[in-house]
């Protein structure tokens, strides 16, 4: 039981270039979560799915797109990346299909750097 | 040891003895809180949490207490280990604010042997 995993692990970005992240749960979540942690700023949600096939912004949509794949997988895109999106990615699911219901169980997270 | 949440981000702790962590929510409509433990590299791993219609609950070796008059919450982890050394955080859910959950930074809980 692997829980929340996320690929990449690290990756570094050229400004401009494009890549996704990938998330995977193995727990039966309906809601899917993707957050950037920054120095300083804790835990902020990028977007989110309360359940398959729908998706709402978070509190920094700007810069990013998400696609819920399948009850599993929620995937993160940067179509164009920028330095200010150097960050910690991590992706999160819970049980419930609202955040205030139960726990998020979150991955280890994608290191991405954008030069 | 004691710490204060966002003011003291540091608590240093003797192998052995109690941690107090403290955590100052801000929103009066928060129903739901977690506490979240992370150690370097890693993600943040849930510990405990807590519903506003309670003032205590105890899990293994963690005692979260919630006193919503002053609105404040805290963690206490009993004879503290190396392995406790992480950086401890919040979590609020306020109801009115469509169920997003609401992060603190943290407190870095150092033990030492």
């Known amino acids: 039981n692997a829980g929340v995993t996320q690929t990449p692990k690290f990756q570094v970005l050229k400004t401009g270039q494009s890549m996704t992240l990938q998330c995977a749960q193995d727990?039966?979540?309906?809601?899917m979560y993707w957050y950037r942690q920054d120095p300083g700023m804790g835990l902020r949600l990028i977007y989110y799915?309360?359940?398959?096939?729908?998706?709402d912004k978070g509190e920094v949509p700007n810069g990013y797109n998400v696609s819920r794949l399948n009850k599993r997988e929620f995937s993160l895109r940067l179509e164009s990346a920028a330095p200010s999106q150097t960050s910690v990615y991590f992706c999160?699911?819970?049980?419930?299909?609202?955040?205030?219901?139960?726990?998020?169980?979150f991955g280890n997270g994608t290191r991405l750097t954008v030069t | 040891g004691e710490s204060v949440g966002l003011h003291l981000p540091t608590l240093s702790v003797q192998e052995g003895d109690n941690s107090i962590i403290n955590c100052a929510y801000s929103?009066?409509?928060?129903?739901?809180f977690i506490w979240y433990k992370q150690e370097s590299g890693k993600g943040p791993q849930f510990i405990i949490d807590?519903?506003?219609?309670?003032d205590k609950r105890q899990g293994q070796r963690v005692t979260v207490l919630l006193n919503k008059t002053v609105k404040h919450l805290s963690l206490q982890i009993a004879a503290t280990q190396p392995g406790d050394s992480a950086v401890y955080f919040c979590?609020?859910?306020?109801?009115?604010?469509?169920?997003?959950?609401?992060f603190g930074q943290g407190t870095e809980l150092s033990v030492k042997p």
């Open positions: 999160a699911s819970s049980e419930a299909a609202r955040q205030g219901q139960s726990p998020l169980h």
């Open positions: 727990m039966n979540h309906n809601s």
């Open positions: 799915s309360a359940s398959e096939g729908t998706t």
């Open positions: 929103n009066s409509a928060s129903d739901y």
């Open positions: 807590i519903r506003s219609n309670m």
């Open positions: 979590a609020e859910n306020p109801y009115n604010q469509g169920g997003k959950l609401i």
